[in-house]
């Protein structure tokens, strides 16, 4: 993405007769500019502020008044506050050829100077204003490569896309060109008045605290992108002064001025009222309320975060699975709830918007719902509750993989995979004092009948549980003991001639528990390949 080579994308500089600029001969150094700096006398009829520009360094060559050099520093400390790495890196920039996005593309050229940052531009025609469409986007190219930056255009027939549609299409062609140029950075030119319309109207509509903190500063996105908004702090009239300090002629969207949206209603009609009748700062107070929300929003989620770890029952919850007890979810705050299940869905869709209240309206009505309920609530979030658990999938029950076919050992087999578990048998002389019954059974070797069999649950199974005198329907055992019905044909089934020896991680049959005395033990353990992948990817 250098500038000393034309590529297929700088060809899209050449027009009206152009040619591509030679590179600009780099800096001085800091130690020589500063010295050269300090001769200049402050000219006398020049906006340019020297005292100013002695305070901070200028490597970046801004050119222009006062009004220009504070505009790009404070573009600069927005940057280095939110811990953007800058020197040497890859940004891309979506810029329509409107004053906000031209006056980002001009902030990032003067930093271009001091960080030696690499910049590409993508600009989305969406030919939906006809010869104004191409007039922005021959502006766009102009500016570019007057600037000597690399500008890549797509064009499309966007007429028949709602608002959603465009907004996927450019983020599509966003994400297909950082992926291919290797860029972690994505800008977009939201601006402090943007802020402001974006929280009236998430408010008016419903939206709880993540929507009413409005526009985020940083996001990850997905794909693995930094959305980063360098000029969301900053109000219209300042960008409009920047740009007619630095003479740039920018695109104007008349449909703007026009109150047919409801946006454009908030911007025209209902801010103006609201200064006027109620507060004359009454946007820089919504703007600050929007701050406050975002510090709010982000608490919560750092104690969802660390309330879901302790929440998650323990040897029920793995990669793709959470459990939780209803009762205890119930003694929590309803808000932390909310975020505890907004976390879940992110880490299952990967999206970071998408979870909204009516989702955790239907979430809540799962608690009081008797017997067993399921709900798709996303394609990648099913819930099932079950007695007193809360079950929280990332795939649909009906796509559970089919169980093994059943298998026979007419001899110890050392280890062997069976329905997602990890199975070891091995002959010991002694039972230890305490175990983990839940993962390992001592059996009484010279009590078994061989071959010995490890197959899935089947109806009619009926054994003798240790502690009790009678058999029982393995059904009822497993509804005593509230096993989920999904997970009841994940359990191996180990048996021999007689029947059923032990019922995987929860009870042995009476007639082949091993006694403390025995001399002849076969010790089974059992680990599920989930949990020791899990293990095994956190090392």
Same mark, same amino acid.
């Given at each position: 993405?250098?500038?000393?080579?034309?590529?297929?994308?700088?060809?899209?500089?050449?027009?009206?007769?152009?040619?591509?600029?030679?590179?600009?001969?780099?800096?001085?150094?800091?130690?020589?500019?500063?010295?050269?700096?300090?001769?200049?006398?402050?000219?006398?009829?020049?906006?340019?502020?020297?005292?100013?520009?002695?305070?901070?360094?200028?490597?970046?060559?801004?050119?222009?008044?006062?009004?220009?050099?504070?505009?790009?520093?404070?573009?600069?400390?927005?940057?280095?506050?939110?811990?953007?790495?800058?020197?040497?890196?890859?940004?891309?920039?979506?810029?329509?050829?409107?004053?906000?996005?031209?006056?980002?593309?001009?902030?990032?050229?003067?930093?271009?100077?001091?960080?030696?940052?690499?910049?590409?531009?993508?600009?989305?025609?969406?030919?939906?204003?006809?010869?104004?469409?191409?007039?922005?986007?021959?502006?766009?190219?102009?500016?570019?490569?007057?600037?000597?930056?690399?500008?890549?255009?797509?064009?499309?027939?966007?007429?028949?896309?709602?608002?959603?549609?465009?907004?996927?299409?450019?983020?599509?062609?966003?994400?297909?060109?950082?992926?291919?140029?290797?860029?972690?950075?994505?800008?977009?030119?939201?601006?402090?008045?943007?802020?402001?319309?974006?929280?009236?109207?998430?408010?008016?509509?419903?939206?709880?605290?993540?929507?009413?903190?409005?526009?985020?500063?940083?996001?990850?996105?997905?794909?693995?992108?930094?959305?980063?908004?360098?000029?969301?702090?900053?109000?219209?009239?300042?960008?409009?002064?920047?740009?007619?300090?630095?003479?740039?002629?920018?695109?104007?969207?008349?449909?703007?001025?026009?109150?047919?949206?409801?946006?454009?209603?908030?911007?025209?009609?209902?801010?103006?009222?609201?200064?006027?009748?109620?507060?004359?700062?009454?946007?820089? =107070?919504?703007?600050? *309320?929007?701050?406050? /929300?975002?510090?709010? #929003?982000?608490?919560? +989620?750092?104690?969802?975060? $660390? @309330? &879901?770890?302790?929440?998650?029952?323990?040897?029920?919850?793995?990669?793709?699975?959470?459990?939780?007890?209803?009762?205890?979810?119930?003694?929590?705050?309803?808000?932390?709830?909310?975020?505890?299940?907004?976390?879940?869905?992110?880490?299952?869709?990967?999206?970071?918007?998408?979870?909204?209240?009516?989702?955790?309206?239907?979430?809540?009505?799962?608690?009081?719902?008797?017997?067993?309920?399921?709900?798709?609530?996303?394609?990648?979030?099913?819930?099932?509750?079950?007695?007193? =658990?809360?079950?929280? *999938?990332?795939?649909? /029950?009906?796509?559970? #993989?089919?169980?093994? +076919?059943?298998?026979?050992? $007419? @001899? &110890?087999?050392?280890?062997?995979?069976?329905?997602?578990?990890?199975?070891?048998?091995?002959?010991?002389?002694?039972?230890?004092?305490?175990?983990?019954?839940?993962?390992?059974?001592?059996?009484?070797?010279?009590?078994?009948?061989?071959?010995?069999?490890?197959?899935?649950?089947?109806?009619?199974?009926?054994?003798?549980?240790?502690?009790?005198?009678?058999?029982?329907?393995?059904?009822?055992?497993?509804?005593?003991?509230?096993?989920?019905?999904?997970?009841?044909?994940?359990?191996?089934?180990?048996?021999?001639?007689?029947?059923?020896?032990?019922?995987?991680?929860?009870?042995?049959?009476?007639?082949?528990?091993? @006694?403390?005395?025995?001399?002849?033990?076969?010790?089974?353990?059992?680990?599920?390949?989930?949990?020791?992948?899990?293990?095994?990817?956190?090392?």
């Amino acid at each position: 993405m250098g500038r000393k080579k034309l590529s297929k994308i700088q060809q899209l500089l050449l027009f009206d007769g152009l040619s591509v600029p030679q590179e600009q001969p780099q800096q001085a150094k800091k130690t020589e500019q500063t010295e050269a700096t300090k001769k200049i006398p402050k000219p006398k009829n020049q906006q340019i502020v020297v005292p100013k520009i002695l305070g901070r360094d200028n490597w970046m060559n801004i050119q222009g008044g006062q009004v220009s050099f504070d505009f790009v520093h404070r573009v600069e400390d927005f940057l280095l506050e939110n811990n953007i790495k800058l020197n040497s890196r890859k940004f891309l920039l979506g810029v329509s050829g409107g004053s906000d996005s031209l006056a980002m593309l001009l902030a990032f050229y003067y930093l271009r100077n001091k960080y030696d940052l690499k910049l590409l531009v993508s600009h989305i025609n969406y030919n939906l204003r006809g010869e104004q469409s191409a007039a922005d986007q021959r502006l766009l190219q102009k500016i570019c490569f007057e600037k000597n930056i690399l500008v890549e255009i797509k064009s499309v027939d966007a007429g028949a896309l709602s608002e959603k549609g465009l907004r996927d299409l450019r983020f599509e062609e966003f994400e297909k060109i950082a992926k291919r140029d290797k860029i972690k950075n994505l800008c977009l030119a939201h601006n402090k008045n943007d802020q402001v319309e974006t929280v009236l109207f998430n408010v008016v509509r419903g939206a709880g605290i993540s929507g009413a903190a409005g526009i985020k500063q940083t996001l990850k996105l997905a794909s693995g992108l930094t959305l980063i908004h360098p000029l969301l702090h900053i109000d219209k009239k300042q960008i409009v002064a920047f740009l007619q300090d630095q003479k740039v002629q920018w695109a104007e969207d008349a449909t703007n001025a026009e109150p047919i949206y409801s946006r454009n209603k908030i911007r025209l009609e209902l801010l103006p009222w609201l200064k006027e009748n109620l507060n004359p700062k009454a946007m820089e =107070n919504i703007f600050e *309320f929007s701050t406050i /929300l975002s510090q709010t #929003h982000q608490f919560w +989620q750092e104690q969802a975060s $660390s @309330k &879901l770890k302790r929440l998650k029952i323990k040897g029920e919850s793995e990669p793709g699975v959470f459990c939780f007890s209803v009762e205890k979810l119930k003694k929590e705050l309803p808000l932390l709830r909310y975020y505890l299940f907004k976390e879940i869905y992110e880490e299952f869709t990967g999206e970071v918007d998408g979870f909204y209240r009516n989702h955790f309206s239907q979430i809540e009505k799962l608690f009081e719902s008797q017997g067993s309920v399921k709900i798709n609530l996303f394609e990648k979030m099913v819930l099932l509750k079950e007695y007193d =658990n809360l079950y929280i *999938f990332d795939h649909d /029950l009906q796509e559970e #993989h089919p169980e093994d +076919q059943p298998m026979v050992f $007419s @001899k &110890l087999a050392k280890v062997f995979v069976f329905n997602n578990c990890r199975i070891r048998m091995s002959k010991v002389n002694k039972i230890p004092a305490k175990f983990d019954k839940s993962s390992v059974a001592y059996l009484d070797y010279g009590k078994l009948q061989m071959p010995l069999v490890v197959r899935s649950a089947v109806a009619g199974d009926r054994f003798v549980p240790v502690g009790m005198k009678g058999h029982k329907k393995l059904k009822e055992f497993f509804i005593d003991e509230k096993v989920c019905k999904f997970e009841r044909k994940r359990i191996p089934i180990i048996t021999d001639t007689k029947g059923i020896v032990w019922v995987g991680g929860y009870r042995v049959d009476a007639r082949a528990v091993a @006694k403390s005395s025995c001399k002849n033990v076969l010790k089974i353990e059992l680990e599920r390949l989930e949990k020791s992948r899990s293990a095994q990817r956190k090392k």
